[in-house]
């Protein structure tokens, strides 16, 4: 079974452009999560889909981060424009039901964006 | 606000030695409680979780304790190997009434490196 897959790997953009994360989740999984690790800090929650329904975006820092899942699934993570503090590791992770003792979530392997 | 605090940021023991990581919760509601191992290049996976009826849990080499009362959770390793060199996220899991869903509250992680 393939897991979650991340695309790009790494992103190297300047300030003020725009940059498209892509996750696919695992196939089936109806629970997506994205977070984001800035460095040396903890895994930080941005947002929860259900299908193709946004169910918790509380962890989206301002809007400049725009997320869609389409369709119920793969999903994108926009951020326009793009600053400094917006660098770090954003994860995908997916889930069969809502987290709990026997629903896992799946991570990623993550995409490394740096804004210069 | 909900927050989960581990310690120590970094961990160098002997190989055979054992590990410690330790993590504390805010939210007394929190009842689940999973550790993810992240490897160099590799995606955060789960190693060993834990439920708030339970005082502790084994596999294998690694164990997880959790006290309630004091609201503190703490992963050991026992026998340390080389392969255990990773990046270790406690997280706790926390019920969103306004969304009814859960969500993972994540520690800041702790480098674990096993010196051979």
């Known amino acids: 079974e393939a897991g979650v897959t991340q695309f790009p790997s790494h992103s190297v953009i300047e300030k003020g452009q725009t940059v498209t994360l892509r996750c696919d989740p695992i196939s089936g999984h109806d629970n997506l999560y994205w977070y984001r690790r800035v460095m040396g800090k903890e895994i930080k929650f941005l947002l929860h889909f259900v299908k193709e329904s946004k169910q918790d975006e509380s962890g989206m820092p301002n809007n400049r981060f725009l997320a869609e899942r389409t369709g119920g699934t793969y999903s994108t993570l926009k951020v326009q424009p793009a600053e400094l503090e917006d660098s770090g590791v954003y994860f995908c992770?997916?889930?069969?039901?809502?987290?709990?003792?026997?629903?896992?979530?799946?991570f990623g392997q993550g995409t490394r964006l740096t804004v210069v | 606000g909900e927050n989960v605090e581990q310690h120590p940021s970094t961990l160098s023991v002997q190989e055979g030695d054992s590990a410690v990581i330790k993590c504390t919760y805010s939210?007394?509601?929190?009842?689940?409680f999973p550790w993810y191992k992240q490897e160099l290049g590799k995606r955060p996976q789960l190693i060993i979780d834990i439920r708030s009826n339970v005082g502790e849990k084994k596999d294998q080499r690694i164990a997880v304790t959790l006290n309630k009362t004091a609201k503190h959770f703490s992963l050991h390793i026992t026998e340390t190997q080389p392969e255990d060199s990773a990046v270790y996220f406690c997280a706790a899991r926390n019920f969103r009434t306004s969304s009814g869903t859960y969500k993972y509250i994540f520690g800041t992680g702790t480098r674990l490196k096993v010196l051979a």
């Open positions: 939210d007394s509601a929190s009842n689940y």
């Open positions: 992770a997916s889930s069969q039901g809502f987290l709990g003792s026997r629903t896992e979530a799946f």
